[in-house]
């Protein structure tokens, strides 16, 4: 098993944000196929925090479109959507769910939100 990739992300309050990751595997690296898979990703304060995701991206709705056999994961968020998030660094994992529901944890690391001055 591959350890998921440690990516920080980086958003800024207000302004329309989107990041594609290639998914791909084996020697030579070639794209794994997403088809019949689905996306999942939460953000939070912590780990463990109890609290509701600061945010929650999903391929149900509509937050992380997969590109099939090019092994693209789009995670995408609309400028009212990142103005809604509050401000600071959080910790996130993304997910991929495959057909025959096992799970890979395709990334993780920190997210951050950076405030946003015109509004």
Known sequence: MTPPAALELIVYQGATWSRTLIWKAGAPAIPVDLTGCGARMQARTRADAPDPPLLSLTTENGGITLGGGSGAVELALSAV???????GSFVYDLE?????????????????????VTR
Do not use: F, N, Q, Y
Request: net charge positive; proline share 7%; glycine share 4%.
């Open 96 to 116: 991929i769910v495959h057909p025959d529901s096992t799970v890979t944890r395709l990334a993780m690391g920190k997210i951050k939100i950076i405030p946003e």
């Open 81 to 87: 959507a990142t103005a809604a998030l509050s401000a």
